[in-house]
């Protein structure tokens, strides 16, 4: 798939340690939030989602927390592997839009063995 | 469960030529479908979705075309393209407007 740029920011953590990647986003309006996964030569991958009326969401190994007051949204890994490194975009939508997602500019993770 | 296919997976392409690309969904019945461009270190931008058969809205004025023939069938056309078309064309479906997209695995083209 599309390769990613060299300019994304990255975070790298060490094996084991856990992750944790942030996301600003702008719209006071945006009601549903998303993460995604890309690894290179594949679609974005859902991971987790949450909606304005929670804070925080919590699935198998990820936790998604979302901060209304700031306007930010944030992942956390737990345990972080070699199979996490890949680009992780947020995306949110809008409470009156019925269909578009915005993506965030991405963030690319590596996992140091 | 559902499955979305995407291809060709590359596609290399002359300065004018034409272009289809075809995605289909399996698993579920009138599906959202969107199509996404990818440029090299960005986000994605929305091209165009369709929530039913025969319907599609455009997001951006482009060189590009979708239409829908079938329920679970979204197909992105060009009649001449531009080099500016290059890039990694994304498929997705979602369940309804509330509910996340899910991609397929993408279309690298490279227009030469």
């Known amino acids: 798939g599309e390769s990613v740029g060299l300019h994304l920011p990255t975070l790298s953590v060490q094996e084991g340690d856990n992750s944790i990647i942030n996301c600003a986003y702008s719209?006071?309006?945006?009601?549903?939030f998303i993460w995604y996964k890309q690894e290179s030569g594949k679609g974005p991958q859902f991971i987790i989602d949450?909606?304005?009326?929670?804070d925080k969401r919590q699935g198998q190994r990820v936790t998604v927390l979302l901060n209304k007051t700031v306007k930010h949204l944030s992942l956390q890994i737990a345990a972080t592997q070699p199979g996490d490194s890949a680009v992780y975009f947020c995306a949110e939508k809008e409470r009156k839009s019925s269909y578009k997602l915005i993506f965030g500019s991405g963030t690319r993770l590596l996992v140091r063995p | 469960s559902q499955t979305i296919h995407q291809w060709p997976a590359t596609l290399v392409q002359p300065v004018g030529s034409p272009l289809s690309l075809e995605c289909t969904v399996e698993?579920?019945?009138?599906?959202?479908l969107y199509w996404y461009r990818q440029a090299a270190g960005r986000g994605l931008q929305l091209l165009f979705y369709?929530?039913?058969?025969?319907?599609i809205s455009s997001e951006v004025p482009q060189n590009l075309s979708a239409s829908r023939p079938q329920d679970r069938q979204f197909i992105l056309s060009s009649k001449k393209l531009l080099l500016s078309d290059s890039g990694f064309y994304l498929c997705?479906?979602?369940?309804?407007?509330?509910?996340?997209?899910?991609f397929g695995d993408g279309t690298r083209l490279s227009i030469l």
């Open positions: 949450i909606r304005s009326n929670m």
């Open positions: 698993g579920t019945s009138n599906p959202n």
């Open positions: 369709s929530v039913g058969i025969g319907q």
């Open positions: 997705a479906w979602s369940g309804d407007n509330d509910q996340p997209q899910h």
């Open positions: 719209n006071s309006a945006s009601d549903y």
